[in-house]
């Protein structure tokens, strides 16, 4: 579904990603972990076009290397940038509304709303309240929501577990798995390795921007040197 190759981000004289190559297929979920600073956030954000990169991005058969962002969320491409970003002075309500900006399906749009506010009750009681006064928790999950409205088939998440209590990052790992049991193939960055490997079918390995390792979630859970000597957990 998607495959990237030899792709590099660059800030100034900063090398944040160097020729990075992976690939999602449908209905995986497939975790990017590595340590602060490896180039986690710079590879979704190249793959999505929220920042210049130089390399090849195919999805679903189609080079969207030059596609605008919103384009690409056009053809079904989503992400959900670290640190919650939801419109702080509008309802849940209307902050779902806006992720639905590139749709023009009016019933749809209505069903669907109904239908991630099923997904996340917390969002159904706190309908009408402004999205700057919800806590952590439940910012992160109206911001996956709303990216779960423009109806993505590829949803990428960057660190969905930032910041949240233990116990709401293991319901948060439960709704990102209920995603994919809805069909949604998804790409998610985290530190919180265990939780992710344990949720997740296969992993990449990033450090330096390079990336050091893939396998399977189940493989690398059982590989603690491994895990140890990348991710220092
Ligand atoms: P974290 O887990 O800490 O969020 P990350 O793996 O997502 O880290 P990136 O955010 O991709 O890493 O950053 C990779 C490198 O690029 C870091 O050294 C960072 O300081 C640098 N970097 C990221 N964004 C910029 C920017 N806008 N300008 C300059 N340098 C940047």
């Known amino acids: 579904m998607l495959s990237v190759k030899g792709l590099s981000v660059h800030y100034g004289a900063i090398r944040a990603l160097r020729e990075a190559s992976i690939s999602v297929a449908r209905g995986e ?7 602060n600073g490896a180039g986690k956030t710079s590879l979704i954000s190249g793959i999505a076009g929220l920042v210049r990169a130089a390399g090849e991005v195919v999805f679903e058969g189609k080079e969207i290397q030059r596609l605008a962002t919103e384009d690409r969320v056009r053809r079904g491409l989503s992400v ?19 992720g639905a900006a590139t749709r023009r399906d009016r019933d749809g749009v209505g069903q669907d709303i109904e239908k991630y506010l099923g997904l996340f009750p917390i969002l159904r009681e706190r309908n009408r309240q402004l999205a700057g ?13 709303r990216a779960m409205m423009s109806r993505p ?16 990052v293991a ?15 998804l790409l998610v960055v985290e530190q919180n390795v265990m939780q992710a490997l344990k949720h997740a079918d296969r992993a990449y390995v990033i450090s330096s921007g390079i990336i050091r390792h893939e396998g399977r979630a189940e493989e690398l859970r059982g590989d603690p040197k491994l895990i140890e000597s990348y991710l220092g957990s």
Do not use: C, W
């Open 29 to 35: 979920l497939v975790a990017l972990l590595g340590p």
């Open 80 to 98: 959900t940038p670290e640190g919650r970003h939801v419109f702080a002075n509008l309802t849940v309500a209307e902050n779902l509304r806006l």
């Open 133 to 145: 006064t919800l806590s952590g928790g439940e910012q992160q999950m109206l911001a996956i929501a």
């Open 153 to 168: 088939s590829l949803l990428m998440l960057d660190e969905p577990s930032l910041g949240l209590a233990p116990r709401i």
């Open 171 to 185: 319901q948060m790992f439960d709704y990102v798995s209920r995603l994919k049991e809805e069909g949604v193939t």
